[in-house]
């Protein structure tokens, strides 16, 4: 190997090192993205090199391993309000990299509770006595479609979220409903005294 050789840069800069805790004046981040694909495992969870530079921290010495922290961001582009925390442990003897998620990090705050069972009383109410609602659409006296985007309406929470809210509100209102007949989807008809 030659001393221009980025992974023999990155020994030479971590041999100089005591074991413990690495500082910023390291270089570690740089020097480590330059041979990155170079240790096995390093593609995991979809990591590259790019992501490694600015963002490594709590980096720390314990030859012949290096290990570090970063932050992941890849749910907060589908509307998470966290980031990963993914843990790494390169080791520079057996050129393998290894890691583990250790938790997640708050990042904005999350959206707030959505009381379901009040939104189905209030909306098993409005069917058993037949009141115009602008969440319900009669299609006769006693049939009746619940439009859900009215109650729950898309955009208001992240999809995860939004899919959740609306699965409880379906299951609270089946429960709230009582005298009519869940026919499909949001769909209800007044049952028959007979039923």
Not at 12 to 40: E, H, M, N, Q, Y
Request: contains cysteine; hydrophobic residues 35%.
């Amino acid at each position: 190997m030659s001393h221009n050789d980025p992974l023999d840069m990155l020994r030479t800069s971590l041999a100089r090192l005591k074991p413990g805790p690495v500082g910023d004046d390291a270089d570690i981040d740089s020097l480590l993205a330059k041979c990155w694909d170079r240790f096995s495992g390093s593609n995991a969870e979809g990591m590259n090199a790019d992501k490694l530079l600015g963002r490594i921290e709590r980096p720390s010495w314990d030859p012949p391993s290096l290990s570090f922290e970063i932050e992941r961001h890849g749910g907060t582009v589908m509307g998470s309000s966290r980031a990963e925390l993914h843990s790494w442990q390169i080791d520079l003897v057996e050129m393998s990299a290894s890691l583990s998620v250790t938790g997640h990090l708050q990042l904005k705050s999350m959206a707030p509770r959505l009381d379901v069972k009040a939104l189905a009383r209030d909306v098993a109410a409005a069917i058993r006595i037949g009141q115009p609602d602008p969440r319900l659409k009669w299609l006769t006296g006693n049939d009746v479609r619940v439009l859900i985007g009215e109650i729950i309406p898309a955009g208001s929470a992240v999809q995860q979220t939004l899919a959740g809210r609306r699965k409880r509100f379906w299951t609270a209102l089946d429960e709230e409903v009582r005298g009519w007949q869940h026919e499909e989807r949001g769909r209800y008809r007044k049952k028959k005294e007979s039923e």
